[in-house]
């Protein structure tokens, strides 16, 4: 960290790690990009977030679907009225050995994240938040979140213990959106209005799934864009904030 030709550090390690190496990285003077989740407690993310700003540095979450802005803005547009509720799983069976369990396994803040972060960037903050887990030697291995927004319900589920075809539908009294895929690269989306034919469309960039989010983190860096950086903090926090709730459970 002290190579003074280095600018950025991109902590990619285990996420009970990433509070400490993304510490460590703007005491030293350099901007971090932090993967998902950010940390594992609330305010150890506020504390980042006050050592960056005292730095005069940038510090961003590593997340693939808020950069997807075409997706998301098609997703956006075609949001039917009156939702009555949202589905969101997203299941990837690994082996659990026991003795790595605790760290590798986490489906709410490994893959649930992925379904929190579209479900706040649509519609922003539930009003209240609980977590179903099963939980494994101590451990959660898979989960039901349940957010709740008054008018309706959004169930998202994360799974490490078991598998299946990954399809998000967003359900309302005039028709459905579906997201055929995991909602971290929102592969196709469909939009079926009631009485008439489904309508599927696949907006992404045809580069890398990571590609969109690295040229916006080029450009933050190389601006020194701190708008869009308070602007995405803002949604990191507001996960962060869901996560918490959730995570009191386990």
């Known amino acids: 960290m002290s190579n003074p030709d280095v600018d950025t ?51 961003i979450e590593a997340i693939i679907n808020p950069y997807l802005k075409l997706v998301i803005s098609k997703l956006s547009t075609s949001i039917i009225p009156n939702i009555r509720h949202v589905t969101m799983p997203l299941s990837k069976e690994r082996l659990l050995l026991p003795s790595i369990l605790k760290w590798v396994v986490e489906p709410l803040r ?7 972060h579209l479900l706040v960037g649509l519609f922003g903050n539930p009003n209240r938040v609980e977590y179903l887990p099963n939980v494994e030697r101590g451990v959660d291995t898979s989960g ?46 469909g939009l079926t209005l009631n009485g008439q034919e489904e309508i599927v469309t696949n907006l992404n960039n045809p580069n890398h799934r990571m590609y969109d989010k690295f040229v916006a983190f080029e450009k933050m860096i190389a601006t020194m864009d701190f708008e869009s950086v308070v602007k995405q903090l803002k949604h990191s926090r507001q996960v962060m904030e869901v996560l918490d709730q959730a995570s009191k459970v386990l």
């Open 9 to 59: 550090i991109y902590v990619g390690t285990p996420n009970h790690t990433h509070y400490d190496y993304a510490k460590q990285a703007l005491l030293a003077g350099k901007h971090v990009i932090c993967e998902k989740p950010f940390t594992l407690h609330l305010e150890e993310f506020e504390e980042l977030i006050k050592l960056a700003q005292e730095k005069e540095l940038l510090l």
């Open 110 to 116: 490994d893959l649930n994240i992925y379904n929190i």
């Open 144 to 189: 039901i979140l349940v957010l709740d927004y008054c008018n309706f319900k959004a169930a998202a589920i994360g799974a490490k213990d078991c598998s299946a075809e990954i399809r998000s539908t967003i359900q309302g009294d005039k028709g459905a959106i579906t997201i055929f895929g995991v909602t971290n690269t929102l592969p196709e989306i």
